[in-house]
């Protein structure tokens, strides 16, 4: 059995302890499934998609501050070419505090290392708003790809839109 050793203080689990003793350790536990089924959604999650109206083929890169919890990041991250059935690609996070993702998106064409779009994906925790509504901000974009219009949102959910001058290399 896997034991994820809790912040007594903050009340959530700190992945980055386990231990595998056979019996569990001193401090306050919480078992951790074998097969944890997940990704399970609450009033804190946010599903953050973001579509590609472009014809390259992009790499999508997550960070999130302690707070907020990567649960999941469909096509592996691989933002496919418009058109094609991984033209999207949806992260899903949940939170303790208030929910903030770092959305970066690179596109090998350009560079390895420095990424081509990026933005803040935002929203506040179920328990201090009623049906919080996401936002979206701190937009960068660089070689002519900018944001399709504004973000669409509405409780647990956000859509942000990238498109490519025609006129860029």
Known sequence: MLYVREHAAAGHAAPSRASTSPSP?????????TNPTLPT??????????????PNTLN????????TQLLSLSNNGVLGPAGSATDTVTVMSQYYSDNTVNIGLFDPNYSESASVASFFAHQ?????????VPWADTFNFVDGYYFVGQPSA?????????GRNSTAK
Do not use: A, W
């Open 60 to 67: 999508v890169v997550i960070s999130t501050p302690d707070s």
């Open 124 to 132: 506040h925790d179920e328990t201090g708003f009623r049906n919080p």
């Open 25 to 33: 350790p001193q401090e306050p536990v919480m078992p951790v499934p």
């Open 41 to 54: 959604s609450n009033p804190n999650s946010l599903y953050t998609t973001i579509v590609n109206t472009t």
């Open 154 to 162: 509405q409780p647990g959910q956000l859509k942000v839109t990238l």
